[in-house]
């Protein structure tokens, strides 16, 4: 049953065992334990009721609100089914179970349930298509940057090699604005099998790297194209970019290269525009 939202829990004591799954909630408490996952905020907690409904591998398993932020999201949290608990405290309360001043108030538990993976991803996708494959990205701040990036521009997946760090995280999350939880993505694998599988789907690989061959603005129009980039500060390794086209973002001269999710946000408007998804 969904739509009609759960029954709210009043909790007074922070070491009530029904909350002890919120107990100063850190990224590398719950990342990779069971597939869980901490959503922040009323946006993202609005992101993780649409996943959840969208059955697509994201569920919700507990929500934490702060009482005085209660009748703000009344809204999103009907949109819960209403198996998932509603946990109510007040605000000493509320910090004493997250372990930090949290003034947004809003938390929720999601878990990782069957997600797809890239081979999933990759059969799904419509025949015009616009994908962003990522090679070890250590940095959670830019991976959700490019996320929110992906989300702006209607990417359809965004496909990250094994060593990328996980997407998942708490303030990849919180800096994505929950688009972690609406655009398909898969983190598997080497980026050289991910590139041989882009070319057997049939995409036009394009690697941003400042010493790319073609203008970015001069990229031509393909009905499947994929963006590859890079780690913060390498790029790309010699050997992807001798196997792939690669393009180049023109500015002024002094700079080494931009911040890998503002480069990705612009070139992903170009390609975007050029092939019409935006």
């Given at each position: 049953m969904s739509g009609s939202g759960a029954l709210r829990i009043h909790i007074s004591d922070p070491a009530d065992p029904r909350v002890a799954g919120f107990m100063s909630i850190k990224e590398r408490d719950l990342t990779g334990r069971q597939g869980l996952f901490i959503a922040e905020g009323t946006v993202v907690l609005r992101m993780l009721a649409a996943a959840h409904a969208m059955g697509r591998g994201i569920v919700a398993d507990a929500i934490l609100i702060l009482e005085n932020r209660l009748s703000g999201v009344d809204e999103i949290l009907a949109a819960f089914p209403a198996d998932v608990p509603v946990y109510v405290a007040a605000a000493s309360v509320f910090d004493a179970i997250a372990g930090f001043n949290m003034h947004r108030g809003v938390l929720a538990i999601g878990r990782r349930d069957g997600m797809a993976g890239r081979d999933a991803l990759l059969d799904a996708v419509a025949p015009d298509a616009l994908v962003l494959a990522a090679c070890g990205i250590s940095n959670h701040d830019n991976l959700g940057s490019m996320f929110r990036n992906a989300a702006a521009f209607g990417v359809d997946a965004v496909l990250m090699d094994e060593t990328s760090c996980d997407p998942m995280y708490r303030k990849a999350i919180r800096v994505s604005?929950?688009?972690?939880?609406?655009?398909?993505?898969?983190?598997?694998?080497?980026?050289?099998?991910?590139?041989?599988?882009?070319?057997?789907?049939?995409?036009?690989?394009?690697?941003?790297?400042?010493?790319?061959?073609?203008?970015?603005?001069?990229?031509?129009?393909?009905?499947?194209?994929?963006?590859?980039?890079?780690?913060?500060?390498?790029?790309?390794?010699?050997?992807?970019?001798?196997?792939?086209?690669?393009?180049?973002?023109?500015?002024?001269?002094?700079?080494?290269?931009?911040?890998?999710?503002?480069?990705?946000?612009?070139?992903?408007?170009?390609?975007?525009?050029?092939?019409?998804?935006?």
């Open positions: 604005v929950g688009s972690v939880l609406s655009v398909p993505f898969a983190r598997e694998g080497s980026i050289a099998a991910l590139i041989d599988q882009l070319q057997a789907k049939g995409f036009a690989i394009w690697g941003l790297s400042p010493r790319g061959e073609t203008e970015l603005h001069d990229i031509p129009p393909s009905p499947r194209t994929a963006l590859l980039v890079g780690t913060e500060g390498e790029g790309l390794p010699a050997a992807i970019l001798s196997s792939i086209r690669t393009a180049r973002i023109r500015q002024r001269p002094g700079l080494d290269s931009l911040n890998v999710a503002t480069a990705t946000g612009i070139a992903l408007h170009q390609v975007a525009r050029i092939n019409g998804f935006v």
